[in-house]
């Protein structure tokens, strides 16, 4: 029987306690075995669920520890591309949350980094494990819309609290480095296809982007995105081909914001619905991620994919310009 890896995770987020701690726990060939935190009282919550977690009071401490395999690492944005170096040169595999990198050019960094080590590095971007979205690209790749036209995709949610590290420029902040992530790397992922020429309209409140309307130019078909932190919750991606529309709900926080189903409309107005009830995607990338590192089997989302949606990212920025706090009294207005 194969020996199971042994996780670390770097930071005790509230996240990696309400999400990804339990997915390691829980997953198939992983053992949640050490949290580094500097307050031990943010322990607790992990050892509710893991009583023989060791606790260190640092970082590298952790990364020293020879029975560690692998770290999640959950920590501010504008550090994770830092601490995945210091993980792999630890030689430690690496999970570390998205987004992993603030500029395209540092996840080229990174790729050089886990080559030279020999160890797996990749971003925490649960939805590509998640069976709904691995259906959506079996969808289109049978052409069940026919010829795919035009995507439109949409995640927004309200964050006003300017204590919190999204809304903070010096820590990586705003909602298209948050969000747009998943607006953008889903569409990349079901329809393998990059962007030409992106042009954006942007917010911005206290140095960070807070509502984005994004348009581009795919080689087939065309995109439309909104992306905010200002606005009421919601999410749903589009695909509108010639002979139907596939609708994905829920497609980016299954069991969160809902139940995880898609619907595709085709001609006589005939809809398939299915649905992906209590599917854990944060678990199934865990499991993914160890048995890439067991088995050496191509990961779903390597440093690779992770650059694309990051470069889309860096082009969205580039289109609208420097930052400017534009505070409209409502954001779809201007």
Known sequence: MTDPIRWGILGAADFAQRHMGPAIHQAEGAVLAALATSAPAKARPFQAFQPD??????????LADPSIDAVYVPLPNHLHVEWTKKALAA????????PIALKAAEIDELIAARDASGRMAAEAFMILHHPQWQRVRHLLDDKAVGRLMHVDAKFSFDNPDMANIRNKPDTGGGGLRDIGVYTFGSVRYATHSEPLAVKARVHWENGVDVYAHVTAEFPDFGYDAMVSTRMFPRQEVTFHGNRGVLKVEVPFNANVFGEAR??????????????FPGVNHYKLQVENFCTSIREGVAYPCPLEFSRGTQRMIDMVFDAA???????????TES
């Open 321 to 331: 310009g420097p930052a400017r706090d534009t505070r409209p009294s409502d954001p």
């Open 91 to 98: 030689g430690k595999h690496v999970l570390t949350e998205k």
């Open 53 to 62: 977690l060791a606790v260190f009071d640092d970082y590298d401490a952790l």
């Open 262 to 275: 898609l619907s595709l409309e085709t001609e006589g107005k005939r809809v398939l619905t299915e649905r």
